[in-house]
């Protein structure tokens, strides 16, 4: 039996540049690809080409010899609107990338190009397409999934922890969430609360390590009248006013160790005295604890309890830090967006993938609190609706760290995390193109041939890696 006629459709792609070696690599490359590939090597060359057929993707250059890619970009448009455009240049400014984007270009891509990341971006663009409500989907390209309704990320870490928390919050289990600074263990701890029985009582959350030493006894149990000077009048404690309901405390790795005795009687028995008080008050409470700190290094170090954190560790969750899960930046980042565009009165609706490149290169040692931060500020200060690379209110600091890695000497002695391989190849790649046109006195096709590769590469490489003859 014959498939249906779209199961078989071979995507068609047309490549739009005035330069022979890019228009030959990109052809090359998206036939291996498996596409039907056109070529035009002017503006209105692509135009006649487009009126006569109905191409699915488009990857077009900025600067034509003619007219430029965006008007290639609308009339592909008026065409047919479901046409994927992507634009590709050298030398676009932001404002030129905004244009486009606005103007219904799918994405912008600066050259060089990652060749992995323009497949990418072709494969998602064409899958994006041939789901019927193509429209729909491309204003929601990087549609968010809340998970509890609040929790964003599909990667498989995430989802592990989803798992989890659905498993953990029928029962009354203490419950350890650990993880670095930023990673979101308050949001996972509200989450099971939500999905607990308990959803409706208090939901009490307290601070280890910000109530000050001399007042977290009395703020947990509660005091009677005359304990203390100033003890006017009986007051609960915060054990007291979470009965029947679940007591978040963060930071438990802050607790003194006198309060750590203090507190295993809590957790064991659900049992304490108020503070000059003789009776003893029993509470029905849930407990989770978070911490930054690794605790297990906390109870040999002798600051930690052991009997305390078994206690408080019937099940652990570990969050992985945001490095971990790299997958879930584009998500958070459009959460992020629209969150603070609302916030702030403000549309800036999308994020280029180019900028979510840039980011995927950062390691965040602050988490998703960090990236939180970066995004609100970049939205604060964005002139335009779309957030390009240069639009990331990066600090120097982390820009240099960016580059830094991508910057990084080649040696073989150590792979260190966030290597990045392309631009070691890069570099290797280009050492060899300088001293091989060094040694031929710029001849590129001698330096071509001493290198063992078509002068057509030898030109397209050095184009790529911006090497002057
Ligand atoms: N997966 C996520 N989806 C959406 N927002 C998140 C996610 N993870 C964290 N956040 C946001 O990032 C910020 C930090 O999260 P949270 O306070 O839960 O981190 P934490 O692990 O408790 O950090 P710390 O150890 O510093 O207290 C919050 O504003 C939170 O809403
Ligand atoms: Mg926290």
């Avoid at 798992?163 to 289990?173: C, L, Y």
């Avoid at 939901?203 to 009677?224: A, H, M, W």
Wanted: aromatic share 6%.
């Amino acid at each position: 039996m014959q498939n249906s006629n779209e199961n078989t459709h071979i995507p068609h792609i047309l490549v739009v540049d005035d330069e022979l070696s890019m228009r030959e690599l990109l052809e090359l490359m998206m036939e291996r690809e498996g596409y039907k590939v056109s070529c035009a090597e002017s503006g209105n060359k692509a135009i006649e080409l487009i009126e006569k057929t109905d191409f699915d993707l488009l990857l077009c250059d900025i600067r034509l010899g003619d007219i430029t890619g965006l008007d290639v970009l609308r009339a592909a448009k008026k065409q047919n609107q479901d046409t994927v455009v992507i634009m590709i240049s050298a030398y676009a400014t932001a404002e030129t990338a905004v244009e486009a984007m606005n103007d219904g270009a799918y994405d912008y891509l600066p050259k060089p190009f990652d060749k992995d990341e323009l497949k990418h971006t072709i494969a998602n663009a064409l899958d994006l397409k041939t789901t019927k409500q193509e429209k729909k989907i491309l204003d929601n390209k990087f549609k968010k999934t809340l998970h509890f309704g609040i929790i964003i990320g599909n990667s498989p870490k995430m989802m592990h922890i989803y798992g989890m928390i659905e498993q953990v919050a029928k029962t009354t289990t203490n419950i350890l969430i650990t993880g670095e600074s930023g990673t979101g263990k308050e949001l996972i701890a509200k989450a099971i609360n939500e999905q607990s029985d308990r959803r409706d009582k208090p939901f009490v959350v307290i601070n280890c390590g910000g109530i000050p030493e001399t007042l977290i006894e009395s703020e947990l149990l509660g005091y009677k009248k005359g304990a203390f000077t100033g003890a006017t009048q009986d007051k609960k404690g915060l054990f007291e006013i979470a009965d029947k309901g679940t007591v978040f405390l963060d930071e438990i790795g802050e607790l003194s160790i006198q309060l750590q005795v203090k507190l295993l009687r809590v957790v064991q028995d659900k049992v304490f005295k108020a503070v000059g008080g003789s009776e003893d008050i029993s509470v029905d409470i849930r407990i989770i604890s978070a911490t930054n700190k690794n605790l297990e290094d906390e109870v040999i170090a002798g600051k930690f309890r052991e009997d305390l954190f078994y206690r408080l560790n019937v099940i652990e969750i570990k969050v992985p830090p945001l490095r971990e899960r790299k997958g879930d930046i584009r998500a958070l980042c459009q959460h992020f967006l629209d969150k603070y565009s609302r916030e702030m009165g403000k549309e800036v609706t999308r994020i280029s993938s180019y900028a979510i490149d840039l980011l995927n290169k950062y390691d965040f040692p602050g988490n998703i609190r960090e990236l939180e931060n970066l995004l609100e500020r970049s939205v604060a200060l964005s002139s335009t609706n779309i957030l390009l690379p240069e639009s990331l209110t990066l600090s120097i600091h982390k820009r240099r760290w960016i580059e830094g890695i991508r910057n990084r000497r080649f040696d073989l002695n150590e792979v260190p995390h966030g290597v990045f391989l392309d631009s070691i190849m890069e570099e290797i790649e280009s050492a060899y193109l300088k001293k091989a046109l060094e040694c031929t006195d710029g001849n590129i096709s001698r330096a071509a041939e001493q290198l063992g590769i078509s002068f057509r590469s030898m030109r397209y490489r050095l184009n790529k890696l911006k090497i002057e003859k």
